[in-house]
């Protein structure tokens, strides 16, 4: 893999070198430091290469770039292809409570996959994956097992059965319960079992949960009660006006709400 990982200074930096220690060195090839402000920032880099702890066949590269962290990163991220881009959380944890502070949107404006750190460094031992029961799944699924599967981390597939159906879409009967929805042969479950049995092909454990009710407040709730170490989205963009209006921004809310890390797939062309 190819990696991008923000070294310079933000509220969040310590945690996100802390999470990034623990699989760079097993995942990479490549990784990329880059650094806003300037040269009076450059012996950050330096400092994030021994916490890193890299093993000496990873290529690292070192950027330092005026400008704010955001341009940085972006700035980097337009110049070549990365697998992921890794960087903390910007705003601190107030600045969240403020209107028309939203915290997604330097990922909103990279066209690669994010690792977005978040709240203290945790040993990343269990990660929970939303599905929306769609082909996206799939996508979330190859980046999941490329942390789950060196830090030999459990995953828990999620579904959420929203209780709040989209206008203008046909009312379709609901399951009643968690067995009867994954034992039946909706698009939904189908997904469920063909991503579960692709992370047991790579040798991750997984477990599989359904819940009923308001998808952003179920996800959040089942992150809290399982205590899980990161959440795994998958994101695409509205193909048109409509979608914007019918379509709940949940990957933007997730950003803002959530308390955790939160890992963002996006799906290739050719998935």
């Not at 060195?25 to 021994?50: H, K, M, P």
């Not at 107030?94 to 997604?104: A, F, G, K, Q």
């Not at 949107?105 to 769609?134: E, F, N, W």
């Not at 159906?165 to 319960?177: G, I, S, T």
Request: charged fraction near 20%; proline fraction near 6%.
């Amino acid at each position: 893999m190819n990696l991008l990982i923000y070294a310079g200074p933000g509220p969040w930096r310590d945690e996100a070198l802390a999470v990034a220690a623990q699989f760079a060195g097993q995942v990479a090839t490549s990784i990329t430091l880059v650094t806003g402000g300037g040269i009076r920032n450059a012996e950050l880099i330096d400092d994030a290469v021994a916490r890193l702890g890299l093993p000496p066949d990873v290529v690292i590269k070192r950027r330092v770039v005026e400008g704010t962290p955001h341009e940085a990163i972006l700035t980097v991220a337009g110049e070549t292809m990365y697998d992921l881009v890794i960087f903390g959380r910007f705003q601190r944890p107030l600045e969240r409570l403020l209107p028309l502070r939203r915290s997604d949107a330097l990922t909103r404006q990279l066209r690669t996959a994010v690792l977005r750190v978040s709240g203290p460094a945790r040993s990343i031992r269990r990660l929970l994956l939303a599905s929306g029961g769609d082909q996206h799944t799939f996508a979330t699924a190859r980046y999941v097992a490329l942390l789950a599967t060196p830090l030999q981390a459990s995953v828990t597939l999620l579904h959420v059965v929203s209780q709040q159906p989209v206008v203008f879409e046909p009312l379709a009967p609901l399951a009643a319960d968690e067995a009867t929805f994954l034992a039946g042969e909706t698009p939904e479950a189908n997904t469920l079992r063909q991503s579960a049995a692709w992370l047991r092909e790579r040798g991750v454990m997984v477990a599989t949960r359904v819940r009923f009710g308001l998808v952003l407040d179920e996800i959040l709730a089942e992150l809290h009660e399982g205590d899980y170490d990161i959440l795994a989205v998958g994101t695409h963009h509205a193909a048109g006006p409509l979608d914007r209006v019918l379509l709940e921004d949940l990957t933007g809310d997730l950003l803002d709400r959530c308390p955790r890390t939160v890992l963002v797939a996006r799906r290739a062309a050719h998935d």
